[in-house]
T-cell receptor, first 117, second 116 residues
Framework: EPEVTQTPSHQVTQMGQEVILRCVPISNHLYFYWYRQILGQKVEFLVSFYNNEISEKSEIFDDQFSVERPDGSNFTLKIRSTKLEDSAMYFC???????????????FGPGTRLTVL | AQSVTQLGSHVSVSEGALVLLRCNYSSSVPPYLFWYVQYPNQGLQLLLK??????LVKGINGFEAEFKKSETSFHLTTPSAHMSDAAEYFCAVIGTAGGGYNKLIFGAGTRLAVHP
């Protein structure tokens, strides 16, 4: 069964460093999302991405964050200068464009646990 | 704006017992509601969803949920818990008025423990 994959599974970084989290979507999926979950808190929407541009972003997604699809397969989330409060589990999700539309299932990857020291 | 509240961050049941995980939502428009499950070290997997039509929705692994507009609830149940049901369960609502491909707004999650 096709699945969304994410790398790395765990990233430890120093405050102020740049990190790139990678996601490989399911092959026929064209709509992508990043969510994050700070330990003990809700899963929160960060950004959605379609046709090589951001569709929507939350207030969390400030200038320190960026997303891109550099090679037509990977979908990346970059945090330019990490802060302690960026420590969280980051989930990538993807959905196909056809089908039921807004109710399409979002398929989630296993997550990347980011620890900022 | 839409929001979701899950009552009970931890629920513990005996194997074979009824499971009830509570979810209440707030939405200014007709809601589209989802339950996701997360097993240890895995991503979130869709259990079931309500969009329109029948208010009792059946999902995978013997789970079902009933949309009750008057109570703004979408509680998840299964009649007989299995050890393999131990996981974290998230209720979610589509975050806009519909149309397009919208973000999910999640509740805080409920961790289900099943003991022999």
């Amino acid at each position: 069964e096709p699945e969304v994959t994410q790398t790395p599974s765990h990233q430890v970084t120093q405050m102020g460093q740049e990190v790139i989290l990678r996601c490989v979507p399911i092959s026929n999926h064209l709509y992508f999302y990043w969510y994050r979950q700070i330990l003990g808190q809700k899963v929160e929407f960060l950004v959605s991405f379609y046709n090589n541009e951001i569709s929507e972003k939350s207030e969390i997604f400030d200038d320190q964050f960026s997303v891109e699809r550099p090679d037509g397969s990977n979908f990346t989330l970059k945090i330019r200068s990490t802060k302690l409060e960026d420590s969280a589990m980051y989930f990538c999700a993807t959905t196909e464009l056809a089908g039921e539309g807004p109710y399409n299932e979002q398929f989630f990857g296993p997550g990347t646990r980011l620890t900022v020291l | 704006a839409q929001s979701v509240t899950q009552l009970g961050s931890h629920v513990s049941v005996s194997e074979g017992a009824l499971v009830l995980l509570r979810c209440n939502y707030s939405s200014s428009v007709p809601p589209y509601l989802f339950w996701y499950v997360q097993y240890p070290n895995q991503g979130l997997q869709l259990l079931l969803k309500y969009t329109t039509g029948a208010t009792l929705v059946k999902g995978i692994n013997g789970f079902e949920a009933e949309f009750k507009k008057s109570e703004t609830s979408f509680h998840l149940t299964t009649p007989s818990a299995h050890m393999s049901d131990a996981a974290e369960y998230f209720c979610a609502v589509i975050g806009t008025a519909g149309g397009g491909y919208n973000k999910l707004i999640f509740g805080a999650g409920t961790r289900l423990a099943v003991h022999p």
